[in-house]
């Protein structure tokens, strides 16, 4: 286990834990927030041990997005470097290499629900709240909420509640398709563990480059997706999880799959 000041990370079972630790202003998101949780991220991307992630918040939420005190006093310069710091961040998530699950103990506002929307899967305690109220203080979803909010539930949807800043309680996030499932907040982590569990049964190797062409597919035309998904499928052809798994579909047992 290793504890810097703002984020928590224990490794167990090949699992990293990440907890944002802020508890006192909400898990609010500055730079130093924002800096070690990129450089845990970094450690999980390169720890052979780990293979998946999940991301909580400690405390009573997951977190109430940037930190309004320090914005209301920063630069217009400084603002845009915390964006283009979180972004970096988003960046890395979804570049991991790794599955990457979003346990929502807690409201996730702002800049905090933009952590969650880079993650490849999201959970919600019952009782959490989930929204952009950016506009409300004259300001915009600048961590990658306008890009990525409107893939995730559609333009019209994520018009919405980008321009009036409206939260959302954890059933609404479920029925839009901005969370995955959603359950009682005693047993949200233990839900995330099993689903990335469920992940990490299959093959390394395959669920990594289905992600990658699921996402970088998403900037592409409908024929190129499809081409993407093809030589996609002509990689993961290449490796021993491939043989492996085929070959114990054909003589009925459970593959043993080695990320290869």
Same mark, same amino acid.
């Given at each position: 286990?290793?504890?810097?000041?703002? %984020?928590?990370?224990?490794?167990?079972?090949? &699992?990293?834990?990440?907890?944002?630790?802020?508890?006192?202003?909400?898990?609010?998101?500055?730079?130093?927030?924002? $800096?070690?949780?990129?450089?845990?991220? *970094?450690?999980?991307? %390169?720890?052979?041990?780990?293979?998946?992630?999940?991301?909580?918040?400690?405390?009573? &939420?997951?977190?109430?997005?940037?930190?309004?005190?320090?914005?209301?006093?920063?630069?217009?310069? *400084?603002?845009?470097?915390?964006?283009?710091?979180?972004?970096?961040?988003?960046?890395?998530? *979804?570049?991991?290499?790794?599955?990457?699950?979003?346990?929502?103990?807690?409201?996730?506002?702002?800049?905090?629900? *933009?952590?969650?929307?880079?993650?490849?899967?999201?959970?919600?305690?019952?009782?959490?709240?989930?929204?952009?109220?950016?506009? $409300?203080?004259?300001? %915009?979803?600048?961590?990658?909420?306008?890009?990525?909010?409107?893939?995730?539930?559609? +333009?019209?949807?994520?018009?919405?509640?980008?321009?009036?800043?409206?939260?959302i309680d954890a059933e609404e996030a479920c029925r839009l398709g901005l969370v995955n499932r959603?359950?009682?907040?005693? $047993?949200?982590?233990? !839900?995330?563990?099993?689903?990335?569990?469920?992940?990490?049964?299959?093959?390394?190797?395959? &669920?990594?480059?289905?992600?990658?062409?699921?996402? $970088?597919?998403?900037?592409?035309?409908?024929? !190129?997706?499809?081409?993407?998904?093809?030589?996609? @499928?002509?990689?993961?052809?290449?490796?021993?999880?491939?043989?492996?798994?085929?070959?114990? @579909?054909?003589? +009925?047992?459970?593959?043993?799959? +080695?990320?290869?």
């Amino acid at each position: 286990m290793f504890e810097t000041d703002v %984020v928590r990370c224990r490794i167990e079972g090949g &699992v990293a834990w990440l907890e944002l630790n802020r508890p006192d202003c909400l898990n609010a998101m500055n730079r130093p927030l924002l $800096r070690q949780l990129l450089a845990a991220l *970094e450690r999980a991307a %390169v720890d052979e041990a780990v293979r998946g992630v999940i991301v909580s918040g400690g405390g009573r &939420v997951f977190s109430a997005g940037a930190d309004i005190r320090w914005l209301n006093q920063a630069s217009p310069d *400084e603002v845009r470097e915390l964006a283009r710091l979180a972004v970096a961040v988003t960046r890395r998530i *979804e570049t991991l290499g790794k599955p990457v699950l979003a346990a929502l103990n807690g409201d996730a506002l702002g800049g905090g629900l *933009e952590i969650a929307e880079a993650c490849t899967l999201r959970l919600a305690a019952s009782h959490a709240r989930f929204g952009h109220p950016e506009v $409300r203080i004259g300001a %915009v979803a600048g961590f990658g909420g306008t890009t990525r909010l409107p893939r995730l539930i559609g +333009k019209g949807r994520a018009a919405e509640l980008l321009l009036t800043g409206r939260l959302i309680d954890a059933e609404e996030a479920c029925r839009l398709g901005l969370v995955n499932r959603v359950t009682a907040a005693d $047993r949200l982590l233990a !839900e995330a563990q099993a689903l990335l569990d469920e992940i990490l049964a299959q093959s390394p190797v395959a &669920v990594r480059l289905s992600w990658e062409a699921m996402h $970088r597919g998403l900037a592409l035309s409908e024929d !190129e997706s499809a081409a993407l998904g093809a030589d996609y @499928f002509g990689l993961a052809a290449q490796s021993d999880d491939f043989r492996v798994g085929t070959r114990a @579909f054909l003589d +009925k047992q459970a593959p043993k799959f +080695k990320g290869r």
